[in-house]
């Protein structure tokens, strides 16, 4: 099946340090790649979602300064925390997706950062 | 609005019984595609099983299945056997035929030994 690797899996890093995670599909092209973060039993929250060769599309609440994505192509994409706090400490995870209609998401195995 | 609604929030059942988790979800449209995902401790996600709407068959995986219910927006997994592996948060996601996706908001299930 489809394959998406997200690195790294678990970060800790000092308040003020920036963050980049990368997303990358090993065995297909992404279209679209969407970012989630996630709370501690909670459901996925969507942040934003990113098509190859242009801008993401950020959900509303989400800072488009404080977590910058990029697209750059069809088997990459990043996220960047920016500056971050202990509030941004959360799981996050990408998923990608090709282009035919019923294909599912297929999720990376998440990122958990910790902000001290 | 496209919608999704899980309306257990926890579930157990005995391993080796038969579960049923419950999926309802709001479109106008009318082709769409519905998934089931299961996230186990590990925060994997991983897709289960999978039905378009096209399709009055239900969608079958080993031991799980789906009851899918076009007319009444209902889109039930059905998990026979349960193992303990199969304890995890489970999301029921909706798609139509652009790049969105829905989830609802997950049923934590637990397998009883």
């Known amino acids: 099946g489809a394959v998406v690797s997200q690195h790294p899996s678990w970060v800790i890093c000092k308040s003020g340090t920036s963050v980049k995670i990368e997303c990358r599909s090993l065995?297909?092209?992404?279209?679209?790649m969407f970012w989630y973060r996630q709370f501690p039993k909670q459901s996925l929250m969507l942040m934003a979602t990113?098509?190859?060769?242009?801008?993401?599309?950020?959900e509303q609440g989400v800072e488009k300064d404080k977590f910058l994505i990029n697209h750059a192509s069809l088997t990459l994409s990043t996220l960047t925390v920016t500056s971050a706090h202990p509030e941004d400490s959360s799981f996050y995870i990408c998923s990608a997706w090709g282009q035919a209609s019923n294909q599912p998401q297929h999720f990376g195995d998440g990122t958990r950062l910790s902000i001290l | 609005a496209q919608t999704v609604t899980q309306s257990q929030p926890e579930m157990s059942v005995q391993e080796a019984e038969t579960v049923t988790l419950s999926c309802t979800y709001d479109t106008s449209e009318s082709n769409y595609y519905l998934f089931w995902y299961k996230q186990p401790p590990s925060r994997q996600m991983i897709l289960v099983i999978r039905q378009e709407a096209y399709k009055q068959q239900n969608a079958t995986e080993n031991r799980f299945s789906v009851n899918f219910q076009k007319a009444a927006k209902s889109f039930s997994l059905k998990i026979s056997d349960s193992q303990l592996g199969d304890t995890a948060m489970y999301f029921c996601a909706f798609k139509l035929t652009g790049n969105q996706f829905y989830f609802g908001t997950g049923t934590s299930l637990t397998v009883i030994p």
């Open positions: 065995d297909f092209q992404a279209t679209t």
């Open positions: 990113s098509n190859e060769g242009s801008k993401a599309t950020y």
